[in-house]
């Protein structure tokens, strides 16, 4: 299983570079994500929550849909939105509503690099966009306003001390 990086680590808020190799190691890792995912009870991984700096995630759905996209792009977004309550495996225990579109179509490649457009609703749309975002630095709380964000950041640093706290009894 891999260490998944938390809010405060550098690489979070970093932009991603696009992947050039569909190789052995890009499967492995990508095996290795969904592992961790799974163990993690997550529906979604990108690429920098686990420390690597490039431009691919994956989504497993409770439904058992999986689905890995390299170098994605979003080129079309739903003009209606929706609320969904969002949480993220990098800063965990915490979660509030995000309003996003509903439906995106996004491009992107598979593992083997083969080219693919997929036209998304529901939570795999929610999930895809929340991914996304992780790719150029950008976190679920960064949607929220300045109140309702330092909110869930107070409550998750207080998780968090509580937890290093419990850790040394
Ligand atoms: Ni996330």
New binding site residues.
């Given amino acids: 299983m891999l260490d998944i990086c938390k809010l405060g680590e550098e690489v979070l808020r970093e932009k991603c570079t696009k992947v050039t190799k569909f190789d052995d190691a890009l499967r492995i890792l990508l095996d290795a994500m969904y592992e961790t995912l799974e163990e993690a009870d997550g529906i979604?991984l990108?690429a920098p929550?686990i420390g690597v700096n490039q431009r691919f995630f994956i989504v497993s759905l409770p439904d058992g849909t999986q689905r890995e996209f390299i170098n994605p792009e979003i080129t079309g977004t739903s003009v209606e939105t929706n609320p969904y309550e969002e949480g993220?495996?990098?800063l965990p225990g915490v979660y509030h509503d995000v309003e996003r579109p509903s439906k995106v179509i996004i491009k992107a490649q598979k593992a083997n690099g083969e080219e693919f457009t997929l036209k998304a609703s529901g939570l795999m749309a929610r999930v895809i966009q929340?991914?996304n975002d992780?790719l150029d630095g950008v976190?679920?709380i960064d949607h929220l306003n300045d109140r309702d964000r330092e909110k869930v950041v107070h409550e998750y640093n207080k998780r968090q001390n509580r937890q290093r706290r419990g850790k040394r009894n």
């Fill in positions: 979604g990108a929550q993220c495996l990098s929340h991914e992780h976190l679920f």
